[in-house]
């Protein structure tokens, strides 16, 4: 039996259990809570103003890098294009953290209020067998782009990630992007 009343054994068992006991009281994963309040309410006629057709045309490839070589696409899977309102600028920092662009493996939170209308303001393409995507007849302005890539760590074990990148179109040009990961 330990004598606890020494204080070097009882200083020991306190350090020893110290990474325990933090990781007990930490907050249960990224998010802090399944429900983030969200401050800015969703403009949807402003979504729609940045919806309507323009000059110029988005495209580009998803996909995450496997560790030891290849990649895993979009292939088969929608692809989204969001308007960057207030609104989705708040979920996006939630999601993807300050730069707005990165991974996001399921689950995430919710949002309240989650607006249906938010869902319903985006134009959506389906990834090709490369897992490239183009929107065509896209307005200057800004945009999220966001991709589902389903991804098989190990064999019989699948999982989807969600790829995010902000990006900016205008002056009737074809602009590339590339949202890549390599967890």
Not at 171 to 181: A, M
Request: hydrophobic residues 40%; charged residues 15%.
């Amino acid at each position: 039996m330990f004598d606890l009343s020494r204080p070097g054994i009882a200083r020991s068992l306190l350090l020893a259990s110290l990474p325990l006991l933090l990781a007990a009281c930490a907050s249960p994963g990224r998010y802090g809570s399944t429900t983030v309040q969200l401050l800015k309410p969703f403009d949807q006629d402003q979504a729609l103003h940045q919806l309507r057709d323009g000059p110029n045309t988005l495209a580009g490839t998803a996909l995450l890098l496997h560790p030891y070589g290849g990649a895993a696409t979009c292939a088969g899977q929608q692809v989204a294009l969001i308007p960057a309102t207030a609104y989705a600028d708040e979920r996006m920092t939630v999601l993807y953290g300050p730069a707005r662009q990165g991974v996001v493996w399921p689950p995430g939170p919710t949002f309240a209020p989650d607006s249906l209308a938010y869902e319903a303001a985006a134009r959506t393409a389906t990834c090709g067998a490369g897992g490239a995507f183009q929107f065509d007849k896209v307005a200057d302005g800004a945009f999220y782009v966001v991709a589902i890539v389903p991804w098989e760590p190990r064999p019989e074990t699948s999982r989807r990630a969600s790829l995010a990148q902000r990006v900016e179109v205008k002056g009737g040009k074809l602009q590339t992007i590339e949202l890549k990961y390599r967890p």
